[in-house]
């Protein structure tokens, strides 16, 4: 009877697994496919590996001047949201103030705000101050946006930190600037890395703020010029999955990379929380 709910559990998650895949299979085959042979059969395989969209998808998306607009908006932004929430999270964490309860309070609710429900008074105030169409404007919507979360996420984990540490810092002659940036920020590392991907993640794959901040193709993140393949009355699917790909292929390298820094945040994260 063990045995028989152990192999279920392990085919119930196999089948999850390839169901996940499914999605990846079917951009991964068709990018080498014509529109032609994607609308007869999305998921036979290519008669032979057909470069031509990926070379055509990487003119068209001018993808060396839109890849470096993601990644300054998205490297900057994360950068300043983990420096800002780590030091609001520290004063929570340490000063026992009122204000500081109510400020917290207040971040916490605001994560469960969706970003519909604020689109339009803010593309409002930012017509009204003539920041449209601005990188920075992305910049400052991202730390914004992201800070609430992270400071919910440092506030815990911060808060495991002995005092002890910053005491005997304190008794050395160490100041209190010198003991956040020696201390308490390496202490940081593995939520900060979290952080660091899941902000990561959400900025470079945001459509919609982008969508409706930033009109100029020169100043357009690779998801935007991906949507520029697609129309009213007509797609061209081998360009858009092509698309994807370019736009897929950066992210993933990304996570490749940073996915043990990634687990080890949040089994430390849950065990100190």
């Known amino acids: 009877m063990k045995n028989t709910k152990k192999w279920s559990f392990y085919i119930f998650i196999t089948a999850c697994f390839l169901v996940f895949l499914i999605p990846f299979y079917i951009v ?5 496919k014509d529109n032609k042979a994607i609308v007869n059969n999305a998921l036979a395989l ?3 590996l057909d470069f031509s969209a990926l070379a055509d998808a990487f003119e068209k998306m001018n993808y060396a001047r839109t890849f470096m607009n993601s990644l300054l908006i998205t490297l900057v932004s994360v950068s300043l949201t983990i420096v800002v929430a780590a030091m609001c999270a520290y004063l929570f964490a340490r000063k026992n103030w009122k204000i500081n309860k109510i400020i917290f309070m207040v971040m916490v609710v605001s994560m469960i705000i969706p970003f519909q429900t604020i689109m339009i008074p803010l593309v409002k105030n930012f017509s009204s101050l003539g920041i449209m169409n ?4 992305m910049i400052f919507f991202y730390i914004g946006a992201n800070v609430p979360m992270a400071v919910f996420m440092f506030h815990g984990f911060m808060k495991s930190i002995p005092y002890e540490l910053e005491e005997a810092a304190k008794i ?4 209190q600037v010198g003991i956040f940036v020696r201390i308490i920020l390496p202490l940081l590392k593995p939520i900060a890395s979290t952080i660091f991907i899941l902000n990561f993640l959400g900025t470079w794959n945001d459509f919609l703020a982008p969508f409706i901040i930033l009109t100029d193709n020169s100043k357009k993140t690779l998801p935007l010029m991906t949507y520029m393949f697609t129309g009213q009355y007509f ?3 081998a360009l858009v999955l092509a698309g994807l790909i370019l736009t897929m292929l950066p992210i993933l390298i990304v996570y490749i990379f940073m996915q043990k820094n990634i687990i080890e945040g949040v089994a430390q994260g849950a065990v100190k929380g």
């Not at 601005?134 to 404007?137: E, G, I, K, V, Y």
């Not at 050395?172 to 100041?175: E, I, S």
Request: glycine share 6%.
């Open 134 to 137: 601005n990188r920075a404007t």
């Open 172 to 175: 050395d002659g160490c100041t």
């Open 28 to 32: 991964i085959v068709n990018v080498f």
């Open 46 to 48: 290519p008669k032979s």
């Open 235 to 237: 797609t061209d699917y």
